[in-house]
């Protein structure tokens, strides 16, 4: 079965942003683990937009775009715009979160 479309910007209201936030945490955890030894570590700095996809087999597909900034860094460096997505288990709530694919933005 496909997947089936659900929602764009409803999914990045306040009730939501503490989930999103955890999973751009998740997120930025991949890809320093992806990248390590390269130095790029970051730390989460702003929720852009999500969108989502439900496919009822699968769960839900969250695509998430964030800000982070270097690890360490002071407030006025530049941030880094990452695109991530993660699935989430609709029917297993105990199941954590896969992340799929972190990447900075082009």
Known sequence: MGKIVVGR????????????????????????NLKEGLGASFEFHDLVKCCFGCDFNDGTDYYITFQAKPNGGDSSQITTTFQAKVLVDRVDKDKPPVVKECRIKI
Do not use: G
């Open 9 to 32: 910007s409803p999914p990045c209201k306040a009730v939501y942003r503490p989930k999103l936030i955890n999973l751009c945490h998740l997120a930025l955890e991949y890809y320093s």
